[in-house]
């Protein structure tokens, strides 16, 4: 589908392959898709996502189906850069559902904002809301939908086809789907059978950081690399573990892998 791929050469990194693009060329490529009336789905792995990725085949098969994939996380950018691979930024779930946002208002493209935190009133959840603060922003971006189901929702068959099938109707062009990695990702799977036009982004907390329910790090640590140190000061009981004893040593190792690429092979292709 991605006609525009043979520009560029994927780069390998802890089993899956990354585009070397900028989030400006992201979004100008869905633009681009979309005109032709081509669908497609945007994976953002960080360290978390790799790690998971490096130990379960049957799921890195799955995200190979994806159209894009881009590095979120600025460890797997250094380690690209640290093998000799061109990989030129991080680019981001929480940053791609503003500037495409921004994109579907000028073009006149609908979307669906899937996941958030649950509210008391069916208007009060995230997904509304963080509908409202992107409709405010980008002024003539359709809302075709939104939905905030109850956690676990996908493990009972009949409310996942009432998830699906109120997506499918609403036949939006975008579908931001935040209710964490893997979950988001197999739901995609599901409905890009029946939405063959549509792009769909699996964006995590971003539909939470648009809400105003999660504060996103100031820009100096997101630049740094250090969003996951702010995050995990909000959340230590909950991101301690994930952060501190099973992510930073894989990363860390993914450094290392790199470095022993670098000094024992020939320079890596830059795309």
């Known amino acids: 589908m991605l006609h525009t791929r043979a520009r560029w050469r994927r780069v390998p990194l802890g089993g899956l392959s990354v585009d070397p693009l900028t989030e400006a060329e992201v979004v100008s490529h869905v633009r681009s898709a979309l005109a032709r009336g081509e669908g497609g789905w945007i994976v953002t792995p960080n360290v978390d996502i790799l790690r998971h ?22 460890p797997l950018v250094w380690a690209a850069r640290l093998a000799g691979w061109n990989l030129p930024a991080r680019v981001t779930g929480s940053d791609l559902i503003w500037s495409l946002s921004r994109a579907l208002a000028a073009d006149d493209h609908g979307v669906f904002i899937l996941g958030g935190t649950p509210g008391d009133l069916g208007e009060d959840d995230g997904a509304h809301r963080a509908a409202l ?6 002024p003539g971006l359709r809302i075709a939908g939104t939905l905030c189901p109850p956690f676990g929702f996908d493990k009972d068959p009949a409310t996942l086809a009432e998830v699906c099938d109120a997506v499918v109707a609403a036949d939006p062009r975008m579908v931001y789907v935040g209710i964490g990695f ?12 029946a939405l063959p036009r ?29 969003e996951w140190l702010d995050r995990l000061a909000r959340e230590p009981r909950r991101l301690a573990r994930r952060y501190l004893r099973e992510d930073a040593p894989f990363a860390a190792a993914l450094l290392a892998r790199s470095l022993h690429h670098r000094l024992t092979h020939r320079p890596a292709h830059r795309a």
């Open 133 to 138: 603060v992107l409709a405010d922003t980008f």
């Open 182 to 193: 893997p979950r988001q990702e197999h739901l995609i799977r599901r409905l890009r059978a």
């Open 198 to 226: 549509t792009w769909f982004l699996g964006c995590g907390a971003a539909v939470n950081f648009v809400a105003g329910d999660i504060q996103r790090a100031n820009p100096a640590m997101q630049k740094a690399g250090l």
């Open 53 to 74: 990725v490096s130990r379960d085949p049957h799921l890195r098969a799955q995200l190979r189906e994806a159209d894009l994939v881009v590095a979120d996380g600025t």
